[in-house]
Structures are given as structure tokens and as C-alpha cells.
T-cell receptor, first 113, second 114 residues
Framework: GENVEQHPSTLSVQEGDSAVIKCTYS??????FPWYKQELGKRPQLIID?????GEKKDQRIAVTLNKTAKHFSLHITETQPEDSAVYFC????????????FGGGTRVLVKP | KAGVTQTPRYLIKTRGQQVTLSCSPI?????VSWYQQTPGQGLQFLFE???????NKGNFPGRFSGRQFSNSRSEMNVSTLELGDSALYLC?????????????FGDGTRLSIL
């Protein structure tokens, strides 16, 4: 089955700097890659997603890139703000797996003011 | 549009008991997936229901089961509770079962086993 690895597990950045989180996946049939943000005590919230027919997608300060050949995808947050502090999860799913999302282990991001 | 609603939000049970958790998906969403979240194991897929049929199942023992009703609402049941079942149980709904549609999560049910 699919296996998703996420790095780093913790990330501390200064307000205004950029943050990058990287994920690798194992199943070349995976074609959908969402990113979730989970604040303490709250639900995981979808912040951006990318499908395998696209190499990059951007939404204001966040962007995701996908390299299908290398089987990795990354989340980029620019101009970080204290409210970006949260745990971020990457995930992967493929047509063969239906709606089963396989999650990475999560990255705890701390933005220091 | 109302989001995904899970009830109850908190539950305390003792070992050996059973529990039923409920999930109402976003209106129009036909797929409901269940996940277990623990500090040690992260987010683990339990199972997915689409049109009242279980389409996919994760690596959990048979004590974990679920079902989906004709209105797409779903329930999951855990029997013979163990201490290790203490976790946040999240459900997520999506429009269809193609595997490339966004899944939206509910607030979860926090289950504590004493």
C-alpha cells in the first residue's frame, strides 16, 4: 500500500520567513495530494491540494509543488505569520485506493514573532 | 452549507464496553471516511463508505465496524473497548468516491477509555 513520509517533524521559523515542508510517497498510482492544517484542539482543515496533472499550485502565501518522477511534493509558506503556527499534514490518495488518504506523520510549525 | 458534524464530541468509556459514533456529512456528499488520530500513530484510515457500501478498509481489527445510511450519514462502532482505543476519531466527507476530491473533516469525537 501507499506510504507517505514527511519532513521535518518540527519547524521553527521567524515571522516573515518562509517555511518548507517536504513529503515523499511510494505508490506511483497516487494522483491526489492534499495538505491539511490542524490547530490545537481543532479539526484538520484543507488548505491546498494538487492533482498529478499539475506541477505547481499557488494560493496567496501558500504553494505546493509536485514532482511525479521523484514521487515527492512540498508545501511552501511565504511571509509566515504567528497564525500559521499549527501542525501540517500531507496526504496522498489514488484512484485504486478510492478515498483512502494516507497521511504523513505531520510537521509542527512554530512561527516566532 | 453546514460542515461535517460529529456526535458526541467527547466520550468516556471503560474497557470491554462498546461505543457508537455518528457522522453527518456535508449536504450532497456521498462518501464518508473515518480516521483515528493518536499522538503515536498519527492519522490512520479506518474505512470508507460510499452509497451505503464499505469500499475500503484500513488495518484495524474487526472490533471496528461501521455503516452508512441512505441519507449518507454514517456511524462507526467499536466493540470490546481497549485502553489503546483512546483517540480522536475523525470523519471526513467528500462529494464522490473518485479519490481526487477534497475531503472535509468534522471536529471529531474524543474517546477516552478508563
Amino acid at each position: 500500500g501507499e506510504n507517505v513520509e514527511q519532513h521535518p517533524s518540527t519547524l521553527s521559523v521567524q515571522e516573515g520567513d518562509s517555511a518548507v515542508i517536504k513529503c515523499t510517497y511510494s505508490d506511483s498510482a497516487s494522483n491526489y495530494f492534499p495538505w491539511y492544517k490542524q490547530e490545537l484542539g481543532k479539526r484538520p482543515q484543507l488548505i491546498i491540494d494538487i492533482r498529478s496533472n499539475v506541477g505547481e499550485k499557488k494560493d496567496q502565501r501558500i504553494a505546493v509543488t509536485l514532482n511525479k518522477t521523484a514521487k515527492h511534493f512540498s508545501l511552501h509558506i511565504t511571509e509566515t505569520q504567528p497564525e500559521d503556527s499549527a501542525v501540517y499534514f500531507c496526504a496522498a490518495s489514488g484512484r485504486a485506493a478510492g478515498n483512502k488518504l494516507t497521511f504523513g506523520g505531520g510537521t509542527r510549525v512554530l512561527v516566532k514573532p | 452549507k453546514a460542515g461535517v458534524t460529529q456526535t458526541p464530541r467527547y466520550l468516556i468509556k471503560t474497557r470491554g464496553q462498546q461505543v457508537t459514533l455518528s457522522c453527518s456529512p456535508i449536504s450532497g456528499h456521498r462518501s464518508v471516511s473515518w480516521y483515528q488520530q493518536t499522538p503515536g500513530q498519527g492519522l490512520q484510515f479506518l474505512f470508507e463508505y460510499f452509497s451505503e457500501t464499505q469500499r475500503n478498509k484500513g488495518n484495524f481489527p474487526g472490533r471496528f465496524s461501521g455503516r452508512q445510511f441512505s441519507n449518507s450519514r454514517s456511524e462507526m462502532n467499536v466493540s470490546t473497548l481497549e485502553l489503546g482505543d483512546s483517540a480522536l476519531y475523525l470523519c471526513a466527507s467528500s462529494l464522490d468516491g473518485t479519490g481526487n476530491q477534497p475531503q472535509h473533516f468534522g471536529d471529531g469525537t474524543r474517546l477516552s477509555i478508563l
